[in-house]
T-cell receptor, first 113, second 114 residues
């Protein structure tokens, strides 16, 4: 069964600290993996997109890594800011259908001053 | 920067009524999507649409749901006879091409079924 699991469910960190969010997936064969940021009550916003051949992708203070062999991805946030408080969602597409998306449940990050 | 827009932002309806949720995707985009998110739960894929037809739909997208692109700019989701469990945030999204293009989401329509 195609699934996307994220951990932790929630995380509290202090402003300025780094953190790493995890995503494990069973979608196979795999095409691409996306990380989104979703502020409360808003639509998700794309952070990174990686294909199976990419190991790492950065977007400012966000760096995503991918290990297609172990089917794991992580999102590292550097020098966190209060505005990073949001849910971070991992989304995987299968190789046979780019228009199909499997969503993880997200990690809710709370950055405290 | 171009953005996906959705109307209304909040829709309240009685159980059994029909609702139409509207979206205006980014103008040169070719692929369109509807998602829903029940409060406190994860985003769920409903349907994808390309070249004026459904390209993929989930198990949630049953006969009560339909999509349309009536005029080349709007993209609508119709729920024929709403149920209490249809209460959710509905997001529209679009992207330009296939494969790894960025998918842009709208701000969502909150549907409340009483």
């Amino acid at each position: 069964k195609n699934q996307v699991e994220q951990s932790p469910q929630s995380l509290i960190i202090l402003e300025g600290k780094n953190c790493t969010l995890q995503c494990n997936y069973t979608v196979s064969p795999f095409s691409n993996l996306r990380w989104y940021k979703q502020d409360t009550g808003r639509g998700p916003v794309s952070l990174t997109i990686m294909t199976f051949s990419e190991n790492t992708k950065s977007n400012g203070r966000y760096t995503a890594t991918l290990d297609a062999d172990t089917k794991q991805s992580s999102l590292h946030i550097t020098a966190s800011q209060l505005s990073d408080s949001a849910s971070y969602i991992c989304v995987v597409s299968p190789q046979y259908n780019f228009n199909k998306f499997y969503f993880g449940s997200g990690t809710k990050l709370n950055v405290k001053p | 920067e171009p953005e996906v827009t959705q109307t209304p932002s909040h829709q309240v309806t009685q159980m059994g009524q029909e609702v139409i949720l509207r979206c205006v995707p980014i103008s040169n985009h070719l692929y369109f999507y509807w998602y829903r998110q029940i409060l406190g739960q994860k985003v769920e894929f409903l349907v994808s649409f390309y070249n004026n037809e459904i390209s993929e739909k989930s198990e949630i997208f049953d006969d009560q749901f339909s999509v349309e692109r009536p005029d080349g700019s709007n993209f609508t989701l119709k729920i024929r006879s709403t149920k209490l469990e249809d209460s959710a945030m509905y997001f529209c999204a679009s992207k330009y091409r296939d494969s790894t293009d960025t998918q842009y989401f709208g701000p969502g329509t909150r549907l409340t079924v009483l």
